[in-house]
Each structure stands twice: as structure tokens, then as C-alpha cells.
């Protein structure tokens, strides 16, 4: 009976059902309107956007290929990888505090007492009884082997587990970041793809204008040498000449540098047999997305779940500062065998054990309790507003994502239309000049327009293209490879 006691008695510490003092969490009233960019639309657009995998919505082979690379070798992805595993360590230990830790010790203990001293003060439990003194003093040895646990406290009133909860949600916070790190990541690897291959096609229409200036200039040098132009014409000719070699210079520059990001963000030298050269303005680059979301789509958004997450440790840190106010009741005890000999260990008549609770009850703290609960109702309200905020911040993104969209197509549309007409003015203007009708001015000046054209077309087309991105990560797209993946 004696040897089941320890036993029983942990099963009923560990079965103890303690109450909580955590308020009661109820989701803060979402701080924006039920529609955004002035449209309404069913939660069945919604989810299509979010389930959408990225590989459906960037269908370019080498694109699919760099996002698959940075989501293995992204450096700040693998750092909020691990900072989830170090929030789950975190989470595992903190959680252990709801069990007593339970471990087997030994230990020998000797003393040297002196002539004198009674027996019954040299050690208890040894064979020297009665009071008597000591002859000679004596060597005292002590033996123990035991299984028990030490200041084990009591959750009554749930403060460790409003510590367990408080560290599960940052647990959650952290992963939620990950998945955040995730989206950004791949909408960060479209927009650095797409910027080269917007560098390669504004290579392309400069080199084209610097051998169009060159010819045209090699052309009123030859017609300066038979009379038929003037020496300010052919200096004409030569300025546009100069400033094409300087653009091709320093788009050459900007080329390098769009991929040395691109890189940084794969993590890994960019393969050797990638080619950029797929045109910008193809319209299989991504795919079409609904125009029209409601605003509660957000609440999936993993950047305001991760909000959400810190808003309930918060709400639950309230608990443990509560519970600090209560009495706290601690448990030591050890069931095990003792003698002062070794070979007596484990023998009939050696067990031995030991239980000391301990009950404490706070009276003056200084203000420090209060002052604590206070300090945790303001952190709370602090997330309050971090996670309101978090809402209005997916809100404006994906709003101006929606607003740019219209008009981006709007403006793209007319800058070719100015593209057409540039260069057909540039076609008649070089021809007015090879009949010897114009002089070489309304040709320089349509040669700027057409190249000012060209680069429009160019950098709006990109405008485009990154704006799709930023909506897909803005309504939550992005984290599944496939929209078939569970």
C-alpha cells in the first residue's frame, strides 16, 4: 500500500482540473467597409483567388523554375522557418510545467561529529539512538535511492496554462509569419523576373534605336559630303547617336543589377541555362484574377492571422497576471529507500519517503502584481490595434491593387495607340528628310518620341504585370504549388 501512494498521488496532481482566469476572447469588430473599390462580389471569387496555386497563375516555365528555387534556398524564408521550430521548442517547454518533472536521485551522505555531541542530533534514522554521547566521536554514512519530484506547482488557478496558451499562439504567430514570408516570396520572384525581362526588351529597343540613329547618321554624313545637308544636321544626327550609347550603357547597368536581385532572392547563382526570352508583352505571363473580393477574405491573410495570434497570447498573458493575485501551492515529495550502510539499500524495513507542499499567498508585493496586470491589459489593447491595423493594411493593398488594375489597362491601351502613331510619324518624317522636303529636326524629334513610346509600352507592360503579382499575394495567393493540392 505505502509504495502505491506516491504514485496515486502524482496521478491525481497531474489529473487536477484547474480553472482559468484568461478573459474571454472574442475577435475584435473588423475596422473596414463589407466592400472594397466600390464593388461587391460573392466569397466564391474570394476563395478561388486564394486557392489558386502559383504555378496556375505564373504558367511560365522559367518563372515556375525561380520560384521553386527560392522557396528551397531563400535565406529569410529558411530564417522564419526555423524561428517556427524555435517558437515550437519554446511551446514544448513551457508546456512542461503542467507535469510534475518526475527523476530517480542517489546520494551518500557522511559526517564527522565529534566526542560529545549527542547521537540523536548526529544523524536521524542512523543505529546511534537514546541521547547518548559519542565516545571518541563517530563517522556517520547515510545511504538513499528515491523517485520524486521537487516544487511541483499546483495550476489552481491556471496561471502556467495561461502561460501554455500564451506560448501555443505565439507558436501559431510564428508559423503564420512563415506562411506570410512565403507569399511575399513568391510574389517578390515574379516581380524581379519580370524586371529582367523588362530590361531585356528595353535592351532590345535600344540597341535597335542606336543602329536606326547610326544609319540615319551615317546617311547625313554622306549627304553633308555631296552638299545636300548642312554641317548642324549632321551634329543633329551625332547627339542622338551619343545619347543612344549612353542609354544602352546605363540599361546594361540597371540589367546587371535586376539580376543580382533576382538572385539574392533564389538564393542560388542563376542557372546557367535559363533564358530570358520570353517577350514582356505576352499575356501568358499570369493569369486573370476576379476583379471583385469581399473584404472578409482577409481575415485569412496569414500577416493578420499572425496578428490574431499575438492578440490572443496577449489575452491570455491577462490570465497568468491575474492568477499571480491567488494563492500558489507547491509540491515536493520522493518515495524511495534509505540506510546507513550500502548493502542496506533496498532491503525489508529501508523505504523511505518524504511529501512537503507548500502554500504561498501573496500580501504585499510592492504594487508589482497590479502593476503587472495593468502592464498586460495595455499590451493587449497594444494588439488590438496592431491587429485592426493589420486589417487596414491588407485592406489598402489589395484596393490599390484593384484600382490600378483598371486604369493600368486603360493607359497601356493608349500608350500603344501613342506607340503606333509615333512611329508612323517617325516613318514620315525620315522620308520628308530622304527627299530633301524637311530638315533633319522633325526627324530628331520623332525619333524621341517613338523611343519615349517604345519605353512606355515597356514599363507599363511591367506596371501591369507586378500589379497581378501584388494582388495574388494580397488576397492570400501564393502558398500552394497547385490549385489541386490539399
Known amino acids: ?85 524555435a517558437a515550437q521548442a519554446q511551446y514544448r517547454i513551457q508546456r512542461a510545467d503542467l507535469f510534475p518533472t518526475v527523476a530517480v536521485s542517489g546520494f551518500e551522505e557522511v559526517q564527522k561529529y565529534p566526542a560529545g555531541v549527542l547521537a540523536s542530533s548526529a544523524t536521524a534514522g542512523s543505529s546511534a539512538r537514546g541521547g547518548a554521547p559519542v ?53 517578390e520572384v515574379a516581380s524581379a523576373y519580370l524586371a529582367v525581362l523588362a530590361d531585356e526588351a528595353i535592351l532590345k529597343v535600344t540597341r535597335q534605336t542606336l543602329q536606326s540613329q547610326t544609319d540615319s547618321y551615317e546617311l547625313t554624313r554622306k549627304s553633308l559630303d555631296a552638299g545636300a545637308t548642312t554641317a548642324l544636321a549632321l551634329r543633329q544626327a551625332g547627339t542622338t547617336v551619343d545619347t543612344a550609347r549612353a542609354n544602352l550603357a546605363a540599361y546594361t547597368r540597371q540589367a546587371e543589377h535586376d539580376r543580382n536581385a ?12 535559363l533564358a530570358f526570352s520570353t517577350d ?63 548493502s542496506g539499500l533496498f ?64 493607359q497601356l491601351a493608349a500608350q500603344r495607340a501613342l506607340l503606333e502613331d509615333s512611329s508612323e510619324s517617325y516613318r514620315l518624317a525620315d522620308m520628308r528628310f530622304r527627299n530633301g522636303v524637311d530638315s533633319f529636326l522633325p526627324v530628331l524629334d520623332a525619333q524621341r518620341a517613338l523611343y519615349a513610346a517604345q519605353l512606355g509600352v515597356v514599363n507599363l507592360q511591367l506596371l501591369r504585370l507586378e500589379n497581378m503579382a501584388t494582388l495574388y499575394k494580397a488576397l492570400g495567393g501564393g502558398m500552394k504549388a497547385d490549385s489541386a493540392a490539399p
Open 135 to 187: 565516545p571518541g566521536g563517530t563517522t556517520v554514512r547515510l545511504y538513499e535511492v528515491g523517485v520524486g519530484f521537487t516544487s511541483y506547482e499546483l495550476d489552481l488557478f491556471g496561471k502556467i496554462r495561461s502561460l501554455n496558451r500564451a506560448a501555443l499562439e505565439r507558436y501559431f504567430g510564428y508559423e503564420e509569419t512563415r506562411r506570410s514570408s512565403q507569399l511575399t516570396l513568391v510574389a
Open 280 to 342: 514582356i508583352n505576352e499575356e501568358s505571363l499570369s493569369a486573370e484574377l476576379p476583379v471583385g473580393v469581399p473584404s472578409e477574405v482577409l481575415a485569412r491573410r496569414p500577416d493578420v492571422l499572425a496578428a490574431e495570434h499575438q492578440l490572443i497570447a496577449a489575452n491570455a498573458d491577462i490570465g497568468a497576471a491575474r492568477a499571480a493575485f491567488f494563492p500558489s501551492i507547491t509540491l515536493t515529495g520522493q518515495y524511495g529507500t534509505a540506510s546507513t550502510q550500502l
Open 1 to 85: 500500500m505505502k509504495r502505491a501512494c506516491l504514485p496515486s498521488l502524482i496521478g491525481i496532481v497531474v489529473g487536477l482540473s484547474a480553472c482559468t482566469l484568461q478573459p474571454h476572447y472574442s475577435r475584435p469588430a473588423s475596422p473596414l467597409p463589407p466592400t472594397w473599390n466600390g464593388k461587391a462580389a460573392g466569397s466564391e471569387a474570394a476563395a478561388a483567388v486564394a486557392d489558386l496555386g502559383w504555378r496556375q497563375f505564373f504558367p511560365d516555365p522559367a518563372l515556375q523554375r525561380l520560384i521553386s528555387l527560392a522557396l528551397a534556398n531563400n535565406r529569410d524564408l529558411r530564417v522564419a522557418t526555423l524561428n517556427v521550430q
Open 262 to 273: 533576382l538572385m539574392l532572392l533564389i538564393g542560388v547563382p542563376l542557372p546557367a541555362d
Open 347 to 410: 532491503k525489508s524495513g529501508s523505504t523511505a519517503w518524504t511529501f512537503s507542499p507548500q502554500i504561498t499567498l501573496p500580501i504585499f508585493a510592492g504594487g508589482a502584481n497590479v502593476a503587472n496586470l495593468d502592464l498586460s491589459k495595455v499590451e493587449k489593447n497594444v494588439y488590438i490595434a496592431q491587429y485592426e491595423k493589420a486589417l487596414q493594411s491588407a485592406f489598402k493593398e489589395v484596393d490599390d491593387a484593384l484600382a490600378a488594375r483598371g486604369t493600368l489597362d486603360e
